[in-house]
């Protein structure tokens, strides 16, 4: 197994463990006021402490260790150049198995400068939450969100540039809306989609 889908599969599977282990505990929007399941607010946050830290060692400890050492590099077309996947796609990747597991709690990456328009927002409540964040990224952005006849709770939390990695790909790919990112900039968001039943 190749370096970089070792470090896919342990996240991945940290974060499903967690998707399992706290979904049957996330009640609806009309249970929470009696009862004693975790508010999707804190739910939501606790998803997001996992992913952050996941993707934030994966960035550090592998992706800049690796590189810094000479040993493999990081890029896009990591599949075909026998590389490791780059941190945006290591959330994006993740964020799909996790929708796999049934529990229907899901996230990915969103932005307002997108480089391919996936991961544009999908929703006004995405749009004027990544708006907000750019002005004020210390609080998540939530609201609840419709889906047919269900109903889910949605929170937005900030994406920061915090390596240099990303701001390098990010302003000089060649699809890229925006090229001059700097560190600490909000470059989008992570959008996380719990059921609220």
Same mark, same amino acid.
């Given at each position: /197994?190749?370096?970089?889908?070792?470090?896919?599969?342990?996240?991945?599977?940290?974060?499903?463990?967690?998707?399992?282990?706290?979904? *049957?505990?996330?009640?609806?929007?009309?249970?929470?006021?009696?009862?004693?399941?975790?508010?999707?607010?804190? +739910?939501?946050?606790?998803?997001? +402490?996992?992913?952050?830290?996941?993707?934030?060692?994966?960035?550090?400890?592998?992706? =800049?260790?690796? %590189?810094?050492?000479?040993?493999?590099?990081?890029? $896009?077309?990591? $599949?075909? $150049?026998?590389?490791? /996947?780059?941190?945006?796609?290591?959330?994006?990747?993740?964020?799909?198995?996790?929708?796999? =597991?049934?529990?229907?709690?899901?996230?990915?990456?969103?932005?307002?400068?997108?480089?391919?328009?996936?991961?544009?927002?999908?929703?006004?409540?995405?749009?004027?939450?990544?708006? &907000?964040?750019?002005?004020?990224?210390?609080? *998540?952005?939530?609201?609840?969100?419709?889906?047919?006849?269900? %109903?889910?709770? %949605?929170?937005?939390?900030?994406?920061?540039?915090? &390596?240099?990695?990303?701001?390098?790909?990010? =302003?000089?790919?060649?699809?890229? *809306?925006?090229?001059?990112?700097?560190?600490?900039?909000?470059?989008?968001?992570?959008?996380?989609?719990?059921?609220?039943?």
């Amino acid at each position: /197994m190749r370096r970089g889908n070792i470090a896919l599969s342990a996240a991945a599977l940290t974060v499903l463990t967690f998707g399992i282990w706290c979904s *049957p505990y996330v009640s609806s929007a009309k249970e929470r006021s009696g009862s004693s399941g975790i508010p999707p607010e804190k +739910a939501a946050a606790y998803v997001y +402490a996992v992913i952050k830290a996941d993707r934030t060692l994966y960035t550090t400890e592998i992706v =800049n260790r690796l %590189q810094a050492k000479g040993i493999t590099t990081a890029s $896009e077309h990591w $599949e075909l $150049e026998n590389t490791l /996947m780059l941190p945006a796609q290591f959330l994006q990747h993740s964020g799909k198995l996790a929708a796999e =597991n049934g529990s229907g709690v899901r996230y990915r990456l969103i932005g307002l400068w997108p480089i391919y328009q996936r991961n544009a927002p999908a929703s006004d409540l995405e749009r004027n939450a990544l708006e &907000s964040l750019r002005k004020n990224p210390d609080l *998540p952005i939530t609201g609840i969100v419709s889906s047919g006849q269900k %109903q889910y709770f %949605q929170a937005i939390y900030p994406d920061l540039a915090v &390596s240099q990695a990303c701001i390098d790909c990010h =302003n000089g790919h060649r699809l890229s *809306p925006k090229r001059d990112f700097k560190l600490n900039d909000v470059m989008g968001g992570i959008t996380i989609t719990i059921p609220l039943e």
